[in-house]
Protein backbone atom coordinates (compact mmCIF):
# COMPACT_ATOMS: atom_id res chain seq x y z
CA UNK A 1 0.00 0.00 0.00
CA UNK A 2 0.46 3.59 -0.25
CA UNK A 3 3.16 5.04 2.50
CA UNK A 4 2.14 7.95 4.72
CA UNK A 5 4.68 9.10 7.09
CA UNK A 6 3.86 11.67 9.85
CA UNK A 7 6.64 13.52 12.10
CA UNK A 8 6.99 13.67 15.27
CA UNK A 9 6.19 10.76 16.31
CA UNK A 10 6.11 12.36 19.88
CA UNK A 11 6.39 15.84 20.91
CA UNK A 12 6.35 17.00 24.52
CA UNK A 13 5.37 20.69 24.62
CA UNK A 14 4.63 24.13 27.56
CA UNK A 15 1.32 25.17 27.84
CA UNK A 16 0.67 28.54 25.78
CA UNK A 17 3.25 27.15 23.12
CA UNK A 18 2.26 26.02 19.26
CA UNK A 19 3.44 23.13 17.98
CA UNK A 20 3.58 21.73 14.37
CA UNK A 21 2.80 18.13 13.11
CA UNK A 22 3.73 16.97 9.22
CA UNK A 23 2.05 14.71 7.37
CA UNK A 24 3.48 13.70 4.21
CA UNK A 25 2.21 11.39 1.60
CA UNK A 26 5.88 9.51 0.39
CA UNK A 27 5.16 8.16 -2.61
CA UNK A 28 1.89 9.44 -4.27
CA UNK A 29 0.67 12.69 -4.39
CA UNK A 30 -2.19 13.37 -2.10
CA UNK A 31 -5.12 16.19 -2.77
CA UNK A 32 -7.01 15.26 0.04
CA UNK A 33 -5.87 14.99 3.26
CA UNK A 34 -7.91 14.53 6.67
CA UNK A 35 -6.81 14.71 10.28
CA UNK A 36 -7.77 12.87 13.43
CA UNK A 37 -7.76 12.91 16.93
CA UNK A 38 -7.72 9.55 19.20
CA UNK A 39 -8.13 9.40 22.86
CA UNK A 40 -7.04 6.59 24.96
CA UNK A 41 -9.33 3.45 24.07
CA UNK A 42 -11.26 5.53 21.98
CA UNK A 43 -12.15 5.44 18.46
CA UNK A 44 -10.55 8.28 16.18
CA UNK A 45 -12.64 11.72 15.38
CA UNK A 46 -12.33 13.47 12.28
CA UNK A 47 -11.35 16.70 13.17
CA UNK A 48 -10.94 18.41 9.54
CA UNK A 49 -10.56 17.45 5.77
CA UNK A 50 -7.88 19.39 3.79
CA UNK A 51 -8.14 19.95 0.34
CA UNK A 52 -4.19 21.34 -1.33
CA UNK A 53 -4.57 24.61 -1.74
CA UNK A 54 -7.70 25.23 -0.13
CA UNK A 55 -9.08 26.05 3.48
CA UNK A 56 -9.37 23.30 5.38
CA UNK A 57 -13.04 21.93 6.26
CA UNK A 58 -13.45 21.39 9.73
CA UNK A 59 -15.92 18.81 11.58
CA UNK A 60 -18.56 20.46 14.23
CA UNK A 61 -17.02 21.37 17.51
CA UNK A 62 -13.58 21.68 16.08
CA UNK A 63 -11.67 24.73 16.92
CA UNK A 64 -10.36 25.88 13.40
CA UNK A 65 -8.17 28.87 15.04
CA UNK A 66 -6.97 26.31 17.59
CA UNK A 67 -6.11 23.52 15.22
CA UNK A 68 -4.47 24.97 11.78
CA UNK A 69 -4.20 22.94 8.78
CA UNK A 70 -2.47 24.15 5.86
CA UNK A 71 -2.23 21.64 2.83
CA UNK A 72 0.42 23.76 0.47
CA UNK A 73 1.72 20.65 -1.66
CA UNK A 74 0.17 17.54 -2.75
CA UNK A 75 2.37 15.63 -0.60
CA UNK A 76 2.35 17.70 2.81
CA UNK A 77 -0.05 18.87 5.00
CA UNK A 78 0.50 20.09 8.59
CA UNK A 79 -1.58 20.45 11.33
CA UNK A 80 -0.70 23.23 14.29
CA UNK A 81 -2.27 23.17 17.45
CA UNK A 82 -1.72 26.42 19.35
CA UNK A 83 -1.35 28.01 22.62
CA UNK A 84 -1.34 24.81 23.70
CA UNK A 85 -3.04 22.91 26.88
CA UNK A 86 -3.00 20.28 28.34
CA UNK A 87 -6.76 18.76 27.37
CA UNK A 88 -4.61 18.99 23.87
CA UNK A 89 -2.60 15.92 24.80
CA UNK A 90 -4.16 13.38 22.50
CA UNK A 91 -2.63 11.03 19.62
CA UNK A 92 -3.19 13.04 16.31
CA UNK A 93 -3.42 10.94 12.90
CA UNK A 94 -3.20 12.40 9.46
CA UNK A 95 -4.54 10.12 6.49
CA UNK A 96 -4.05 10.77 2.88
CA UNK A 97 -6.48 10.27 -0.33
CA UNK A 98 -4.97 8.07 -2.82
CA UNK A 99 -6.56 8.26 -5.90
CA UNK A 100 -5.30 6.07 -8.97
CA UNK A 101 -6.39 3.45 -10.82
CA UNK A 102 -4.78 0.65 -8.68
CA UNK A 103 -5.57 1.84 -5.25
CA UNK A 104 -8.85 3.20 -6.39
CA UNK A 105 -9.14 6.44 -3.82
CA UNK A 106 -8.48 4.64 -0.38
CA UNK A 107 -7.10 6.40 2.26
CA UNK A 108 -4.28 5.43 3.60
CA UNK A 109 -3.07 6.77 7.44
CA UNK A 110 0.22 7.80 8.95
CA UNK A 111 1.74 6.40 12.09
CA UNK A 112 0.56 9.04 14.39
CA UNK A 113 2.06 11.81 16.84
CA UNK A 114 1.56 11.94 20.36
CA UNK A 115 1.64 14.86 21.63
CA UNK A 116 1.15 16.02 25.44
CA UNK A 117 0.86 19.12 26.93
CA UNK A 118 2.94 19.75 30.27
CA UNK B 1 -22.07 7.75 5.82
CA UNK B 2 -24.16 4.95 6.32
CA UNK B 3 -23.60 3.19 10.15
CA UNK B 4 -22.13 -0.18 10.58
CA UNK B 5 -22.36 -2.41 13.54
CA UNK B 6 -19.33 -4.87 14.91
CA UNK B 7 -19.25 -6.41 18.41
CA UNK B 8 -16.96 -5.01 20.99
CA UNK B 9 -14.62 -7.62 21.21
CA UNK B 10 -13.60 -11.08 19.99
CA UNK B 11 -11.14 -14.14 20.93
CA UNK B 12 -9.56 -16.21 18.66
CA UNK B 13 -6.99 -19.17 18.63
CA UNK B 14 -3.45 -18.60 16.92
CA UNK B 15 -3.62 -20.27 13.83
CA UNK B 16 -7.46 -20.84 13.11
CA UNK B 17 -9.16 -18.48 11.31
CA UNK B 18 -10.65 -14.97 12.65
CA UNK B 19 -14.18 -14.38 11.16
CA UNK B 20 -15.29 -10.72 11.90
CA UNK B 21 -18.74 -9.35 10.92
CA UNK B 22 -20.18 -6.17 9.99
CA UNK B 23 -23.62 -4.98 9.67
CA UNK B 24 -24.61 -2.08 7.28
CA UNK B 25 -27.97 -2.61 7.25
CA UNK B 26 -28.50 0.84 5.61
CA UNK B 27 -25.49 1.09 3.10
CA UNK B 28 -27.00 2.76 -0.36
CA UNK B 29 -25.73 1.53 -3.70
CA UNK B 30 -22.49 3.72 -4.13
CA UNK B 31 -20.98 2.83 -1.52
CA UNK B 32 -18.29 0.27 -0.71
CA UNK B 33 -17.20 -1.81 2.35
CA UNK B 34 -13.82 -0.80 3.69
CA UNK B 35 -12.00 -2.48 6.42
CA UNK B 36 -8.98 -0.83 8.84
CA UNK B 37 -7.21 -2.09 11.36
CA UNK B 38 -5.24 -0.51 14.55
CA UNK B 39 -3.01 -1.99 16.23
CA UNK B 40 -2.35 -0.48 20.12
CA UNK B 41 -0.78 3.35 19.44
CA UNK B 42 -0.55 3.07 15.48
CA UNK B 43 -2.31 4.34 12.93
CA UNK B 44 -4.51 2.21 10.88
CA UNK B 45 -3.79 0.28 8.39
CA UNK B 46 -5.53 -0.54 5.50
CA UNK B 47 -6.77 -4.27 4.78
CA UNK B 48 -9.30 -4.49 2.18
CA UNK B 49 -12.59 -2.92 0.28
CA UNK B 50 -15.21 -4.50 -1.53
CA UNK B 51 -18.18 -3.47 -3.34
CA UNK B 52 -20.36 -6.69 -4.01
CA UNK B 53 -18.16 -9.37 -5.29
CA UNK B 54 -16.18 -11.26 -2.49
CA UNK B 55 -12.44 -9.95 -2.34
CA UNK B 56 -9.21 -11.63 -1.31
CA UNK B 57 -6.04 -10.16 -0.99
CA UNK B 58 -2.72 -11.16 1.01
CA UNK B 59 -4.25 -10.06 4.13
CA UNK B 60 -7.15 -11.07 4.27
CA UNK B 61 -10.74 -11.98 2.38
CA UNK B 62 -13.91 -9.91 2.55
CA UNK B 63 -17.27 -11.79 1.94
CA UNK B 64 -19.91 -9.57 1.56
CA UNK B 65 -23.76 -10.77 1.68
CA UNK B 66 -25.91 -10.71 -1.46
CA UNK B 67 -28.23 -7.94 -0.17
CA UNK B 68 -24.93 -6.13 0.65
CA UNK B 69 -26.36 -5.50 4.43
CA UNK B 70 -23.24 -7.67 5.61
CA UNK B 71 -19.89 -8.59 5.06
CA UNK B 72 -17.34 -11.07 7.32
CA UNK B 73 -13.65 -10.50 7.04
CA UNK B 74 -11.85 -13.50 7.28
CA UNK B 75 -8.46 -13.83 8.94
CA UNK B 76 -7.26 -17.36 7.50
CA UNK B 77 -4.55 -18.01 9.66
CA UNK B 78 -4.70 -15.38 12.61
CA UNK B 79 -1.34 -14.77 14.48
CA UNK B 80 -0.61 -13.31 17.33
CA UNK B 81 0.47 -9.69 15.57
CA UNK B 82 -3.18 -9.93 14.11
CA UNK B 83 -4.23 -8.47 17.48
CA UNK B 84 -6.25 -5.51 17.02
CA UNK B 85 -9.11 -2.86 16.97
CA UNK B 86 -11.04 -3.90 13.52
CA UNK B 87 -13.10 -1.28 11.76
CA UNK B 88 -15.97 -1.73 9.64
CA UNK B 89 -16.15 1.46 7.29
CA UNK B 90 -18.61 1.93 4.53
CA UNK B 91 -18.00 4.80 2.01
CA UNK B 92 -18.46 6.32 -0.88
CA UNK B 93 -15.56 5.30 -3.12
CA UNK B 94 -15.50 8.35 -5.78
CA UNK B 95 -15.63 12.02 -4.90
CA UNK B 96 -14.03 13.22 -1.49
CA UNK B 97 -15.72 11.06 0.81
CA UNK B 98 -13.97 11.01 4.37
CA UNK B 99 -13.87 7.78 6.87
CA UNK B 100 -16.07 8.01 9.89
CA UNK B 101 -14.81 5.01 11.98
CA UNK B 102 -17.10 3.17 14.66
CA UNK B 103 -16.17 1.78 17.78
CA UNK B 104 -14.22 -1.53 15.96
CA UNK B 105 -13.87 -4.75 17.33
CA UNK B 106 -11.04 -5.39 18.97
CA UNK B 107 -9.82 -8.92 18.00
CA UNK B 108 -7.50 -11.00 20.71
CA UNK B 109 -5.22 -13.84 19.65
CA UNK B 110 -4.40 -15.97 21.76
CA UNK B 111 -1.93 -18.49 21.92
Known amino acids: GAVVSQHPSRVICKSGTSVKIECRSL??????MFWYRQFPKKSLMLMAT?????????EQGVEKDKFLINHASLTLSTLTVTSAHPEDSSFYIC??????????????FGEGSWLTVV | DAKTTQPPSMDCAEGRAANLPCNHS???????VYWYRQIHSQGPQYIIH???NNETNEMASLIITEDRKSSTLILPHATLRDTAVYYC????????????FGTGTRLLVSP
Open chain 1, 95 to 108: SARHSDSVSGNTIY
Open chain 1, 27 to 32: DFQATT
Open chain 1, 50 to 58: SNEGSKATY
Open chain 2, 26 to 32: TISGNEY
Open chain 2, 50 to 52: GLK
Open chain 2, 89 to 100: IVRAHTGFQKLV
